[in-house]
């Protein structure tokens, strides 16, 4: 099917390592190559089509290359792409960001989710002059510098060579705050902050009990930390807004990326004044102000307008409450075509299949996954891809966006039953 992605990826080996850019994008025995994408659909070198769940990281919540998007970027590219300079887009843009998420007294933008993170944890540490971040095990928030440990099993471990911070960052187990507790109180005095997804995402897409984010805040507040939100994934993904303010939480600190940035790059640092304040060169002299946000590309007027154009269509529900509908159905539909063989997380247009094993019954967090059969689901997701016509990057979990139909919960759930009658 693929016989001219083959030669491109061959090209890509020689000049990229591994062939990609980003190590999830790969997978074996190589990944088709891309020619253009639209609505739904993903379209590679050799014309094969397929039903995106990818949607460019969970980025495109509506729909590769949508309409309102595009006519509004068009129209930018036509007074220029990059300023450089301070522009309206980036205004309108936090304006539509500030009316719904509270906490987003001042904003900061950067051009991805692994800088708006990078910028969190240095501000923390920033504002109470501790050192000390603990992040969840097998918590994802890119490829900092700072975080870049505990993200998979036995969540033990520095994920690279060539990091230097590493005894500054603890990890605790998602969903279980006894045991959290007991990591964190053994900190002492120098826990500058913790840094949580209200839904762990890429270990598993499994969402946070309200206790225990309310406990790990109740908890990192007395302690004078900061607790840091990354809705990275969940901003804007379940409603116009943030998911922290539905869980009763006060975060001091909220990332956003992805949803956004309209599918262009960004990063974003929302915060309350006074610990946003902390960044602000006027009022601060060097040795107490911390460096957040920035860098060529940020707030550029293409992502800025792209964002924007995505926030205004989902200020409508009705985008919310028809990807909700198809992620419920799909979560129940593939639960039952599995018949007791897997437990399918996740929330409204998020989901995730993990095929059980190891006397599993309940998924609460990355050590749950860990002892599922990922070997199972990347046939799964890699047979889907070369028999229907459906792409999910092999492992990973769903995204339903506003280009997708009933119909492709048909297509799936079809797939799941064939996959669980054959195998
Ligand atoms: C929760 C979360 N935080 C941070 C990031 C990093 O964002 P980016 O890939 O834009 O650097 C990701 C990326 O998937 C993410 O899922």
């Known amino acids: 099917m693929t016989p001219k992605s083959a030669v491109l990826f061959a090209r890509s080996k020689k000049l990229h390592v591994n062939g990609v850019s980003h190590n999830i994008r790969f997978f074996s025995p190589y990944p088709f190559v891309t020619k253009s994408a639209k609505g739904k659909y993903l379209v590679d070198v050799d014309s094969n089509k397929y039903v995106d769940f990818w949607m460019g990281h969970w980025s495109l919540i509506l729909g590769h290359a949508a309409k309102q998007v595009l006519a509004k970027t068009k129209e930018q590219l036509g007074r220029g792409w990059m300023y450089g300079t301070v522009n309206k887009n980036t205004v309108e843009l936090s304006e539509k960001i500030q009316s719904v998420v509270p906490v987003a007294e001042k904003i900061r933008y950067a051009s991805t989710g692994t800088e708006a993170t990078m910028y969190a944890v240095r501000l923390a540490r920033a504002v109470t002059k501790k050192k000390i971040i603990a992040k969840i095990d097998g918590g994802w928030h890119g490829y900092t510098t700072d975080l870049l440990k505990t993200v998979n099993w036995p969540f033990t471990q520095t994920e690279s060579a060539g990091l230097t ?18 990591i964190l109180k053994s900190v002492k005095n120098d826990l500058a902050g913790v840094i949580i997804e209200p839904i762990l995402g890429g270990a598993g897409c499994i969402p946070a009990t309200k206790d225990y984010l309310v406990g790990i805040q109740e908890f990192v507040k007395k302690k004078n930390g900061l607790f840091m939100l990354d809705e990275i994934v969940t901003g804007f993904r379940f409603r116009n807004g943030c998911l922290y303010n539905t869980m009763g939480l006060d975060p001091d600190i909220v990332t956003l990326g992805k949803i956004v940035g309209g599918g262009f790059p960004i990063g974003v640092i929302c915060g309350r004044d006074e610990i946003m304040d902390h960044a602000n060169t006027q009022s601060h002299q060097r040795k107490n102000r911390a460096y957040i946000g920035g860098g060529t590309f940020s707030a550029n007027p293409m992502t800025m307008i792209a964002g924007a154009a995505t926030l205004d269509i989902l200020k409508n529900a009705r985008t919310y409450s028809k990807i909700k509908k198809l992620g419920d159905t799909t979560r129940k539909k593939i639960t039952k075509a599995f018949d007791g063989q897997v437990i399918v997380t996740g929330k409204d247009s ?4 993990h095929f059980v094993k190891n006397e599993i019954t309940e998924i609460n967090n990355a050590q749950d996954v860990a002892k599922c059969d990922s070997t199972r689901l990347q046939r799964f997701h890699f047979e889907m891809m070369v028999e229907d016509g459906i792409f999910f990057l092999p492992g990973k979990l769903g995204a339903f966006s506003d280009a997708h139909s009933e119909a492709d919960v048909k297509t799936l759930v079809d797939a799941a039953e064939r996959f669980s009658e054959n195998k």
């Open 165 to 182: 911070d590493e005894e500054h960052i603890i990890s605790i187990p998602y969903n279980n705050l006894e045991e959290s507790i007991e």
């Open 350 to 353: 998020l989901f995730m299949t």
